[in-house]
Every structure is written in C-alpha cells, then in structure tokens.
C-alpha cells in the first residue's frame, strides 16, 4: 500500500521551517500533498493561487510532492485522497499541546484510520513563523532569510 501523507496549512506564504519538514518527511513517504486549507476564521496576506505558486517553485524538485488546497475538514480531505498521515511540525511545547489535541480528535473521528507524524522543526527554524514573516514583509524588513527562494518577491 502506497504511503500518503497530507501536510495542511495556511502557508502564507511558505516558510523555511515549512519546507525543512518537508525536506525530512519526503523519504519517509510515496507521496506528500501539501495541502492549503481554507480558514475561514483567517484573514490572509497573500491569495491562494499565489501561496499555491510559491509551494510549488519551492517543492519542484521532488517528483513525489503534489501542492492542492481544500475547504472543509483536514480528516475529510486526507480520506479523499487516500492519504493514512497528516504531516505537522513542531516548533516549541506550545504547538505541541495543540497539536495533539487536534491529533487525538482527528484519529477519533477517523476511526483510528489516520496517524499524524510530527516532526520537531530544526532548532536553526523553530523560531520561524508565517506570521512573523508577514509582520516582516509589511513593514518592508529584511524577511529573505526566512522563506524560500520562491518567496523573495
């Protein structure tokens, strides 16, 4: 059975510690989708066909990656594409909590069909966040060190 994983977010827009756990899940994996989900609690800085623009420059490279988005529930979507994993990062004991709240309800409601992997962002990252990043880009400071190639707009 092929090994899918869905690594969801908002991605605005990509960052370094997005695409460093990419790096590391892709030889675990037949198939990654990073997948954007629509959040419609958020507001976002940049539209969708330009995040989805910018994941995929970033991710070209690898033959096994596809870049999608979706409405709706992370769980519904990874059942859609056959996917057993969600992919998600951590970067410090505050995302940890939350995100396993949010792996315990979603392998619930999956009916224990889905495992979330986590992967703990690399130390030189785990201080990067897209938020940081968008305060950085409006401000015009000095944000290329912390996004992808693709990103440096």
């Known amino acids: 059975m092929e090994k899918i994983a ?9 960052t370094l510690g997005h695409f ?3 790096e590391r899940a892709v ?3 037949d198939k990654i989708i990073v ?9 976002y800085m940049f539209p969708l066909e330009k995040r989805m623009q910018w994941i995929q420059e970033t991710v070209e490279h690898f033959p096994h990656i596809e870049v999608d988005h979706f409405e709706g529930l992370t769980i519904d979507y990874c059942f859609e594409k ?11 004991p505050a995302d940890f909590e939350f995100e396993k709240a949010i792996a315990h309800t979603n392998r619930t409601l999956a009916n224990k069909n889905l495992e979330t992997v ?4 690399s130390s ?5 966040s897209s938020s940081i990043v968008r305060e950085i880009m ?10 992808p190639k693709p990103v440096r707009i």
Not at 82 to 92: P, S, T
């Open 138 to 147: 409006k401000y015009k400071g000095h944000y290329e060190i912390l996004v």
């Open 6 to 14: 869905v690594f969801p977010g908002s991605f605005d827009p990509i």
């Open 118 to 121: 986590f992967f703990l962002t």
């Open 124 to 128: 030189g990252k785990s201080f990067i």
């Open 82 to 92: 056959k996917a057993q994993y969600i992919i998600r990062g951590l970067r410090n």
């Open 20 to 22: 460093d756990i990419i």
């Open 27 to 29: 030889p675990l994996f």
């Open 35 to 43: 997948a954007i989900g629509n959040n419609s609690n958020k507001e």
